[in-house]
């Protein structure tokens, strides 16, 4: 069993940045890749970002891509996302998550695991 841990959200003024945190730790072997998901309050899940388990490969949504990245430290089971000019849009909880699959994964259910979120509010 993978376990994910999120940090680093918080509320920061449009067009500011913050840079989200990812720890993956327990059995991570099986891990193919790693996502981003984000749910405004009142709407459904959305997919942010992927990553293969490497690094190598990224993915964004249309909604994120160009201001938010998505990258892995190698030397530890960290990934990150960094976010820069933010909108009001991008509140909403963030959330971590792997699969065992091949490829960068954006639905939902094609997750196994997942982190316990992380509040990022954008004030206009």
């Known amino acids: 069993q993978a376990q994910l841990v999120e940090s680093g959200g918080g509320l920061v003024q449009a067009g500011g940045s913050l840079r989200l945190s990812c720890a993956a730790s327990?059995?991570?072997?099986?891990?193919?890749?790693m996502g981003w998901f984000r749910r405004a309050p009142g709407k459904e899940h959305e997919f942010a970002a992927a990553i293969s388990w490497s690094g190598d490969s990224t993915y964004y949504a249309d909604s994120v891509k160009g201001r938010f990245t998505f990258s892995r430290d190698n030397a530890k089971n960290m990934f990150y996302l960094q976010m820069n000019s933010l909108k009001p849009e991008d509140t909403a909880v963030y959330y971590c998550a792997a699969h065992g699959r091949s490829g960068l994964r954006t639905r939902l259910y094609e997750y196994a695991y997942w982190g316990q979120g992380t509040q990022v509010t954008v004030s206009s």
């Open positions: 327990g059995r991570t072997n099986g891990i193919q890749g």
